[in-house]
Structure formats: structure tokens, C-alpha cells
């Protein structure tokens, strides 16, 4: 990566040396006539993060970022113009089935041995990040009563248990009025099951039912004593209901108080990567400082997701090739797949991914906006792929197939055991959940001072030539182990914003 | 319809002349050997609100119920035996292009004069039964930050403005990481720009969106004055951005505070009629009742919508005739079509309905559950129908297009201008909403004792003979007036127990 490393001078951001287009990095873009050391004058305006041509670009020829075909000039572009996302043509999604697998399986880097952070220690051997209760449901019809229930308990019992961080209502739009035999079915009833047993719960489940729902509450624990299922039809009214519920939670958290940090190996880590609200800055600061924390966590053995279907489909032929063996490369073509059969469905493709936040912000179109995407991934052997909401079982690198919207994503990285979610933005959003901390990355220095109480990482540093990836790869590295340890609150923690799970259920409602 | 009015003795519902089978009404069911004054004798147990024959029945032979085909024996059925669920064949659906329309329309009954509630009167004419801020979101990355806000707004401002009855975060699953531009995405757009202008929300709006969402906080109200939108990006941080929410919402609050109930004619109303947690009850006691009240508000002049297309699906033969010209009838038969294709999408047909809990109730399949699900609509022409989300725009009978699922149905509902809902539940559901009360009805007095601090109306007593369907018709009429007038609050409002909004989309996510 090339940056004139002058904080006042004009600045932009060239990828790759194939590149022949580069990023404006000054804050309020660069006015035409603007001269860059190199010799580049604008011959207009180009907004911050924004694209401007290196050379001349006939019409038709192949726009170049990341050392990658990002789309075709609609028309003749002259160096030194602003590219905007209506002069690039968008090119084809890969081809699926002629992708190259497992010919670039990356060597294993250095392993890093030592790290460890302060978890709790569950019975059946994983570790948590929280002390929490969590309070399944069923079905949608019992959300009422347990969200009265739940303010009761952490105003009236939760105090009486101080190591035990918080109690979570387990709401969701699923149990019934949903095909629950619909063949897709199996998506929505797993990441309920997986979330479930989520390591942060410590074991001491409890779910509320309603009684005639399609989602048997034994099928969201299967095999759970019905001594820790409360039915409400079986209860005489409502007050009776939030009594109970009060008493089920309080014999949890007399066991979840007894809980004590111990010292854990950071490879007991399930750690989520994942992007919301991207610009143009995504894919050369913060993105690329996540992935090498990435490589850092996957050195030091420990489980690493990146996700987002539609955010690596038009970069699908720079992962398969970094599949450990040819069913890893397969399951990452199948999950393509599965996702472009969905899509087909609802007659869109994967170009309706970008919002006009990411296109204001630089993005021309999906295929910038992947190829940025998917530097989270770092740089590791892919090891494993996991469909929506499967739960992970081993270490290493993993692809956990997952819409892009950031809390069906949440939720499903989740459900697939995650500990900590590192989240990097470049709009900005206050994203939050319940279940785990996110930590919160920003693309881009003005973000990280105007949001100052909300933003965890500043990346924008990269930028400006003030940090590199590598520094601050390791500050998200650090990072997350205080964050797992309880030593480091997140912004979101502090405030207690949090968003709500948001199942993906691509079978119908009834 | 044929009651044995003797509380003692065994009853059984025999619904329609031409009906072979008859429900069991007494607690608990009866025993083999019990014989009804008609000589009639059971010769296994027969639980309560299921079938039991009332004559021999050949192998393929027709079950009939309401008059109506429910199924076909699958094997040789003994007088007095009971008729399982297993027993029962289903039908297929009836056929959309060969059914009747317009030819059978009711006389329009005598119209009720003179009945008036007190409601608010907004300056667009509309009425409203609660006097409630709503804070519109245009994405759900900003719903933490609303609930926090929410939370501080009811805590240390709501209660200066005494007029006002709560303020409620319009958060929903919809606004970015979604297929914007799908076909289908009208759907849940058209559901938010109308539940954004909702008659109980005084017409003092105001949004809260992100700033890089797909949908535009200005479609959320097009035409909208941007003062009345928050752009969270816009904002220097989280304390900046909830202080904003507080004083936007301070300022409305001000202005809501002035408002006073008037009298007004109860034909400004918009009643929406629901059921949940059916059994076999529904069809013979609370929806029967309600379809009084339906005829009752219609012939005072409201608005009466009836939902839930997989409920009514197996019935449309019966609902095509009604409808008041080809028209309507080709728009119920256009919502058939469109609901047919969205679940062969998904691999399954209306049949995906039944819940565990509607068998359980004595439901053999979703054509009797249709069958007893359209009592509702009362017996008045079908005047219009909507599409799913769509205002309502006209007096009369509507068929609002829904889901079956009760939050999103209850959500469209009130997308289409729902004053007052109308929910019939025979297993029993803890259902409200935050929008507008919802008046809940029991179809059997066993659930109205268990549940006497969440049924508001009891129709029970319809199938042991202590009440007529008149009867319990009117009480439920009266109790819209009241409840519309803030004279009686529902159960649900009494605790606050309110289910989330939850959007139809047959859109893909992204």
C-alpha cells in the first residue's frame, strides 16, 4: 500500500501497484487542481474516500482497485477525474463453477503462544466472555410477558447477584405463524438451538413456551428437562406467569453467581468479524487492521469468523483458493450458491447489497465493496465454512455463511458461538448486542472524533500514515482479550445499547 | 345452531343441519359409554372441543362441518367414535378460477344510529383512541439508541405532560440489509410509511435514521419536512444523539399534551378482528360473536377489516359470493393467488397453518380452522379489500390481506388505521400491542377463569348455553366504544404487555 505520508499535503490511497485508480484521503475531498507529488492533477472535485483515475481510461476498460476489475468505464475518463459509481460499469459475479480451489492454501504463519485472557470456565469445557442469564422463548407470543418479567428480575433480583452481568429476554419473530416443515425451516429453528446454549449462559438455561406453539420448546433445547420449561397456558393468569418466571430465573442466578473468572487460553476465543455502514476507507484501514488481528488470533489458535454472503461473492475467486482442502472450497461455492438460488427468489442478486451510505462513501458497487470486505479475513488458511447459524467446531479460520444485514449477521454469528463481535465501520452506526461485546472499529479518523463515545478503535490512522495495519491490528488484538477478560468495557456495554435479535428465516410465514 | 342448554348434563355443538359430526363441549371430555339426551352414545373418550361422529361414516366418505366438507374418512368411522385428526383426509383448496363472485351479496342490514365515543379528532379528520408520540425509525441500526432514549423520555418527560398516554419506539427488523429494490419490497415500505402516519399518533411525527440506510427516512413519510428527521451520523456522539431525541420528542409532546377527547360517531372507527391460538371452539363461540360485533360496527357505519389469508384460504368459496361487485371479488381472489405463489416459494401450501396447539384444541386440519376463522366477518357484504399493509380508504367490511402470523397480521392491521383490535384465542395468547388495544376473547369459560387477568370477554358461556351469540356480540360492541373511548383499558394496556411490530417481508434480505 502507498501513502504520501504528509498529514497536510493531499493524500490519496493506491491499493495495489495494478491499480490505476486510487482513494481521496483528506477530509471534504480535493478541489480540482489539486497537485499530487507524484505529478496527478485533479481536473475536479473528488469527494473524501471518492475514486480518481491514474490514467486514462478508454470506454470500456477495466477499472482497477485492489488489483482487481472493479467494473468498466462507461465512457473515456481522462487522469486526474473523479470516478464516480455511474461511470462504472458493474462486471459478472465469478463464475461458480470454475473456480480454483485450494491451489493457494496460504502457509501457517508463526504461531503465538501465551496469550490468554479471563473467562469463565463452563462444565462441558468452553469458556464465556459474560455472566449472564439468558431467558429463551419458543414463540413469539410469550415477547410481552417475559419482557415485563425481565425488567422485574434487574430491578428486583438482579442486584442480589452482583457477579452476574446481566439477565437477556431471548426474543425473536419465530415459533409460530412460520412453515415450520418448510424445507428452510431448518435455518431458524438451528439458530434458535445454537443460541440457546450459548457459552455466555453457563449452562443454566431456562425457556418460557406458550403452549400451542409450532416450535415445541423441547425442540429448542433438544433433550432439556421439562422441569426448566415454564408453559404460560399452564399458569393461572398473568401475575401467576411473572411469578413464575421471576422464580425459574432466580434459582439461575444463584448458580450464576457463584461463577469466578479463571484463566483461559485466548484459543478457547470464538471471535465474529464483521462490517456495517462501509465506505471506501472499509477495505484500506479498518478491514485490513481487523484481518491482521485475524491472522493474530488464528496464530494463537483460536476460532476466527468472517461472514456476509453477498459481501465475498464477487470476491469468492480470491477465497477458494485459500481453502485448506477441496470440501472447504465446496462449501464455500455450495454457500454461494444457496445464497444466489435465494436471491433469484425474491428477483434480486447480490448487487442489492449496497446502500447509498456505501456509494456516498466511495463505493462504486459491490465489487469494490466485497474485494474490501473480505480483507477482514486476513490472510490464514480458510479452515472450515459453516452454514447459517451452525455452531463452530474447530479452530482456525472459518467462513460462517451469513446474510450481510448486520444484525441477522449478529445473530447468526452468535449462534455460532461467538465471544466477541469486532464490527468496523466507516458511516458510522451504533451497533450493539446483548449477548457478547462488539468492539467498534472506525474507517476513518473524523468518525472516530465526532462518534468519540461510541467508537472502541480508531483506524482512521492508517490513512494519514499515523499508524499502520500492523500496529493497529494488534490494538484490536489486545483489545479483545481485555474485552473477554470483563477488564475493558466496549462503548455499547457502557451505554447498554443493543439491537435485538434479527433471525434469518428464509422459509415463509404463515 | 343446536346447544343441549343443560349445564350438567354431556353437551355437544352441532353447527349446521347437513353436519355429520358434532364438538364435545364439557371440561375435560367424555368418557365411552356416555349417552346425550338425543340417544346418541359415545363409544370411546372424546376430549373436549374435538369431533365425535354422528353417524356411521363410509372410508372416503365427507366429513361435514359448518355445512362444509372438512375431509374425507380414511377409514370406516363408527357412530360415537372420536374423529382424530388422523382420521380426517384433507381436501384440496378450492379452486380460484372456477368460484362464484358477487352472486350471493347480503342484504345490507338496518343501520345502527346514534352510538358515539369519546376519541381525539386529528386535523386531518381521522379519529384516534389513544394519544400517543411515536418515534419512527427508518432503519434498525438506530433501535438501541431509540430504546435508550424511549426509556429517558418515559422516565423524566412524559410524566409533565399528563394528556399524553405513552411514547412508543417505532423499531422494526426493515431498512437496510435488505432488497431494496425486489419486487416485493413494497410490501414492508408501504407497512412503515403507514404505521409512521398512524391516526393515534396526533399527526406530531418525527424520525430517527442512520444517515447511510437503504431507506430513505424521507420515504418513510414522503414529502416530509426534514426538521422532523434525525439523522444519528449528523450527530457528535451518543449523549448528543439521545439528547436530540429527547428534545425532538419534548416538542411534540408539548403539542399532544393539548389534545382532549371529543364525541364522535362510531363510524370514524377502524376495527380489525383477529384470532390466535385457535380451537374448535373459536368457530362455534368467539368468532361467531365477533361476527356480530362485525355487523353490529357495520351497520353503525365503521370499518371492519377481517385478515389471515391461510385462514380463509379454504373458506373463499363462501367469501367470493359476498363480495359486493366483481371487483371485489377479483381483489379476494388476487390475494388467494398471491398468497399461494409466496408459500410455493417456499416448498409448502396453506396447510403449513395448523399449529400443534389447534390440533390439540380439536382443529383436524387448516380447512376446518378456516372454516370457523371467517365467523369473524360476520354475515354484511364484503365491501373492499386491501392488500397486505394498505390504509384503509372506505366504510364496510374490508378483507385485509395478512399473514396469519398474529403480530404481523396485528401489524398490518395497523398499518391499515386499526383503532381497536378484536383477538379470539381459544388455547390462550398473552397478545397485545403498543399502537392500539386489543380486546381479547375467550373461546371457552375454562380459559376465561384461568386467565381472568388477561380476558377481557368471555365467550365460553355460548357453548354452555348461558349466553347467545347476540348477547356476547353486543358486549363485545359496547366494549369497543368504551375501550375506544379510554373509559375501560384491556388487560394488555392495564399490564403494558406489548409484542414487538413485526413487518411482512416476501422480500429477500441481504
Redesign the interface.
Known sequence: MFITNKPEAPLYIKVHADDNVAIIVNAGGLAGGTVFPCGLELIEHVPQGHKVALSDLNEGESIIRYGEVIGYAIRPIARGSWIDESLVVMPAAPELDELPIANKVPELLESLTGYTFEGYRNDNGTVATKNMLGINTSV??????V??AVKKIKAEILPKYPNVDDVVAL?H?YG?????????AIVPIRTLQNLAVHPNFGGEMMIVG?????L?PEQVIPGFDKSNILS??EE????K?VQAIMAMAEERLIKLNERRRVTCPVSDLVVGMQC??SDAFSGVTANPAVGYATDLLVRAGATVMFSEV?EVRDAIHLLTPRAVDEGVGRALIREMKYYDH??D????D?S??T????K??GLANIVEKALGSIAKSGSSPISGVLAPGEKAAQKGLLYAAT??????CGTLQLASGMHVQVFTTG??????LAMAPVIKVSTRNALTE?????IDVNAGQIATGEATIEEVGWEIFRLIIEVASGHKKT??DH??????L?L?N?????
Chains 1, 2 share one sequence.
Open positions: 413469539q407470543c410469550v415477547a410481552g410477558v419482557d415485563y426474543n419473530n409460530c405463524g412460520v412453515a415450520i416443515n418448510a424445507p428452510q406458550l403452549g400451542c406453539e409450532k415445541l404460560l397456558q393461572k393468569g398473568f401475575i406467569m456495517g455502514g453477498t435465494y436471491l427468489l425474491g428477483e434480486v447480490r442489492a447489497n446502500a447509498p451510505g456505501n456516498k462513501g446474510p450481510a444485514s448486520d444484525f441477522i458511516r458510522g452506526t451504533p451497533y450493539g465526532q462518534w468519540a463515545d461510541l462503548w455499547a451505554w447498554g445499547i443493543y439491537n435485538d434479527c434469518f428464509p422459509a415463509p410465514v404463515t
